[in-house]
């Protein structure tokens, strides 16, 4: 049976979906930072109106709110979008490494991970506990999962 998509995993990415995906992406963090969108709007340099239009879907956000954003929010602002292009925002550090550091990262959160479990449930304090070490995982394995596809896909030279 063929793929429908052979070469692309994701969807034709529409404008809309963008809007959307930032919009509600906006929407979240107002909603868990129990902000304001005069908060939003001081935060990313903006009017009021402005957020309420990017929240609404109904206007794209230049590069340079969008760099605000990030700086301010991280993924959170970002990841939803980008999602859509199946990427995500991590900070530098994360993603520079060795696969030894990996492997060493990777076994320290399998054993925060075995201790939380010990009782049989993982608390919220032991998942903010992990939570760096877990965002730190993940950028590695994405870094390595980059190299693989890199390494795979990338053309002969020799």
Known sequence: MMRPHIQRRFRTITD???LEAFGTSLRTIREEDRATNADL????GRSKA???RYIAGDRAMPATTLVRGCQEWDGRLAD????????RIVPIESVEGTDG??????CDLAAQLAEALQDGIVTD??????????RHVVAELGRLHRLSCTRLFAPDTS
Do not use: N, Y
């Open 16 to 18: 809309s979906s963008v």
């Open 41 to 44: 709007a001081r935060v990313l």
């Open 50 to 52: 402005t957020i309420e």
């Open 80 to 87: 939803r979008a980008f999602a859509l292009a199946g990427m």
């Open 101 to 106: 550091q990996a492997l060493a990262d990777l």
């Open 125 to 134: 304090d032991e998942r903010a506990r992990m939570a760096p070490t877990v």
